[in-house]
């Protein structure tokens, strides 16, 4: 079955500590993003790949880092600088960067961080 | 810039009745529109995009939306409604502004179905 795995689901983490959570997808999807979700908030962007190797910060990359070395891999580092790290990650992917492809959500992970 | 305002973040309905989520969008050129839908602690699914063609879209689980130039809205529908619709439901439309293939999402609205 196709589709995108995130692990772990649930993850707790005490303050001051990194964190990777991880995202793979076997659609051989090119473009590859990482969404905060917050109650209330909708959806924010954190991160995004369009291609191996290369990636772009979106609206709150501040305290979180990415790498895309591998096509089906981004995994997302969330840094000891991120000050209000608790929250629902989703990783997302779509077949190309053109607009008209919607994004494929993985099944996300909570972080909580103490 | 692209933007999205969902109406209503919590909506309540009857088991039967007709659900209607509204979503206005704000883009300079024709836009691309999505729906998805969220259950609790999951990710989220595809109900119905609009890219191009016809303005009354058909998705999954009997949800459908029609893009209305004029008004700038992408309203999501279904006639009648069943407990399993409860869930949060987001509106995108496609970020012109940013990186193609970026989407801009609306803030969601929670539907809840009483029996």
């Known amino acids: 079955d196709g589709g995108i795995t995130q692990s772990p689901k649930y993850l707790f983490r005490k303050e001051g500590q990194n964190v990777t959570l991880s995202c793979e997808q076997n659609?051989?999807?090119?473009?590859m993003y990482w969404y905060r979700q917050d109650p209330g908030q909708g959806l924010r962007l954190i991160y995004y790949s369009q291609i191996v190797n290369d990636f772009q910060k979106g609206d709150i990359a501040e305290g979180y880092s990415v790498s895309r070395e591998k096509k089906e891999s981004f995994p997302l580092t969330v840094t000891s600088a991120q000050k209000n790290p608790t929250a629902f990650y989703l990783c997302?992917?779509?077949?190309?960067?053109?607009?008209?492809?919607?994004?494929?959500f993985g099944p996300g992970t909570r972080l909580t961080v103490t | 810039a692209q933007s999205v305002t969902q109406l209503g973040s919590h909506v309540s309905v009857s088991e039967g009745a007709l659900v209607l989520l509204r979503c206005n969008y704000s883009s300079s050129v024709p836009p691309y529109l999505f729906w998805y839908v969220q259950y609790p602690n999951q990710g989220l699914q595809l109900l119905l995009k609009?890219?191009?063609?016809?303005?009354l879209v058909k998705g999954i689980n009997g949800f459908e939306a029609e893009f209305k130039k004029s008004e700038t809205s992408f309203h999501l529908t279904k006639p009648s409604a069943h407990m399993s619709d409860a869930a949060e439901y987001f509106c995108a439309v496609s970020d012109y502004g940013g990186s193609q293939g970026n989407l801009i999402f609306g803030k969601g609205t929670k539907l809840s179905v009483k029996p």
């Open positions: 659609l051989n999807h090119d473009a």
């Open positions: 609009y890219t191009t063609g016809a303005t």
């Open positions: 997302a992917s779509s077949p190309s960067d053109s607009l008209s492809y919607e994004q494929y």
